[in-house]
């Protein structure tokens, strides 16, 4: 009866090992369940990588050692299924992830002498933003990836350049730019856009000057600046720059020259700003 048992356990145990799981091994695939395991699972059998691995991401994962973009990937769809996209949207979302990161991708020309950088200057990767001051999404993501590039996992990976590119459809814009031009002049346009964004709900074109003297600028000096032509010239041919560059809407972003088309959240463009640095250092592997 024993041996009976023994048997029984060790075929019990057996059969358990050999379940396949329904997710891979990865950090944010391993947290779903249920349904959602199963959709992850059924999405990573039939996407494939665009980089490292030419098989399907279910069965790249089984390859040791693991690319970093295929984990990035199987993260990214994860994700995805946990905030409930369907198979559709994920699978439409990854192709424009694809687009944005492939390697012979256009390069745009962007004017970036003597524009303010934050993060190392010498970092492998140049991320550009065109942005309108009004813009409520632009309010979220610039201090997002502010903090990423000077303090967070992006620091020293990633330099990051504000281009202005002010919308009609936003009340206050064109106010708010010449504001921006003006604390570039100044040398603050980084405290200076951060505390504009930070009181986005309470802006006000005649707050302008004490915002910028809360930052560390010259009153007078920052309101004479506000309507001189030079920079006022300078803020068109931004906008114009931007229409060149086939911007058509904010925040919109450059990555090593490549139009960014994917999706705009935050940690999705913190985890592709990380994969291209990943592909210029050569360490994807």
Request: aromatic residues 8%; glycine residues 6%.
């Amino acid at each position: 009866m024993i041996r009976s048992l023994v048997l029984g356990l060790t075929l019990t145990l057996a059969t358990f090992l050999c379940v396949p799981r329904a997710a891979a091994q990865t950090r944010d695939c391993d947290g779903l369940k249920g349904a959602k395991r199963e959709l992850a699972s059924a999405i990573l059998k039939t996407q494939h990588a665009y980089r490292c691995c030419d098989r399907t991401l279910d069965e790249c994962l089984k390859r040791k050692p693991v690319c970093r973009v295929v984990k990035r990937l199987a993260n990214d769809i994860c994700r995805r299924v946990a905030a409930g996209q369907d198979r559709a949207t994920i699978a439409r979302g990854l192709a424009r992830r694809a687009t944005s990161m492939m390697r012979s991708g256009k390069r745009y020309p962007i004017a970036l002498t003597n524009m303010p950088v934050a993060g190392d200057a010498s970092a492998k990767v140049t991320a550009v933003l065109y942005l309108c001051p009004r813009c409520p999404f632009c309010s979220r993501m610039l201090p997002a990836l502010y903090e990423a590039v000077t303090q967070g996992a992006l620091k020293g990976k990633v330099k990051l350049y504000v281009r202005p590119y002010p919308l009609r459809s936003h009340r206050g814009s064109t106010e708010g730019s010449m504001a921006w031009m003006a604390a570039i002049k100044l040398g603050k346009f980084w405290p200076f856009a951060l505390k504009l964004y930070s009181e986005f709900n309470s802006f006000d074109p005649a707050k302008l000057p004490e915002w910028a003297e809360a930052t560390g600028m010259d009153r007078q000096e920052f309101r004479r600046l506000q309507g001189n032509a030079a920079l006022r010239a300078a803020l068109v041919e931004s906008k114009k720059e931007g229409v060149r560059n086939e911007v058509d809407a904010t925040p919109t972003l450059f990555i090593n020259g490549r139009k960014y088309v994917g999706d705009l959240d935050t940690s999705l463009v913190a985890d592709v700003l990380a994969e291209e640095y990943e592909a210029v250092a050569g360490t994807e592997r």
